[in-house]
Each structure stands twice: as C-alpha cells, then as structure tokens.
C-alpha cells in the first residue's frame, strides 16, 4: 500500500492551497484517512481526518478554515485550505488505517510529506 500527496507549496498569508492524497495497493477498505503535520521542532499532529462512516475531525486551528474531503471509490482524501495563517507551515503528511486485502487487521500508513510554506 503506498499513499501519495501532491499539492504542497509556498503561498502568502490569506491564501490558499488544496492538497491531495491517492492510495494504491492491495486494499480492501481504509477506515480512517487525512492529513497530519509536523512544524520544525514540534511533533506530528492531527490536522483532518475522515472516517469510513463520514465522521470528519478537525483540529481546533484549522475549523472553519480548512475542509477535508474523501472519495470512497478512488480512495483519494483532499484538504481544501483556505485562509492560510503562518504557523500553518508544516509539513503534511497524508494518512491512512487501511485493512489490506489477504491480511488480518489495520495498519498504519503514511505518505512522503509535502511541504506547505506561508509567507507573512
């Protein structure tokens, strides 16, 4: 299984950018999928995520500024993020809790990162 984001970039304060996620592999189902980040210094933390039933969780400094978005069928996840703030830069990584197909249990998975730079 192997899950690839793309969409990262540098923007200026008050923008906005759109990241994307597709996963691949021998999968039967993913339960849980979104982004995470992690600041220079800092530990990875939840940034969206969206659960098989359509749960959606946000952390508190991004609600009502980002929007996460999930296709089923072709098991791509989206942030949409708008109003960007400085301490948003961090890189995200794209996160999956996929049962694999021929296995028993979930397992933890993870993108390459991508960059998100905000300029003030």
């Known amino acids: 299984v192997q899950l690839q984001a793309s969409g990262g970039g540098l923007v200026q304060a008050g923008g906005s950018l759109r990241l994307s996620c597709a996963a691949s592999?021998?999968?039967?189902?993913?339960?849980?999928m979104g982004w995470y980040h992690q600041a220079p210094g800092k530990e990875r933390e939840l940034v969206a995520v969206?659960?098989?039933?359509?749960?959606?969780k946000y952390a508190d400094s991004v609600k009502g500024r980002f929007t996460i978005s999930r296709d089923n069928a072709k098991n791509t996840v989206h942030l949409q993020m708008n109003s960007l703030k400085s301490e948003d830069t961090a890189v995200y990584y794209c996160y999956g809790l996929v049962e694999v197909a021929g296995s028993i249990g979930r397992y933890d998975y993870w993108g390459q990162g991508t960059q998100v730079t905000v300029s003030s």
């Open positions: 592999g021998s999968i039967r189902s993913i339960n849980v």
């Open positions: 969206t659960r098989g039933g359509g749960s959606i």
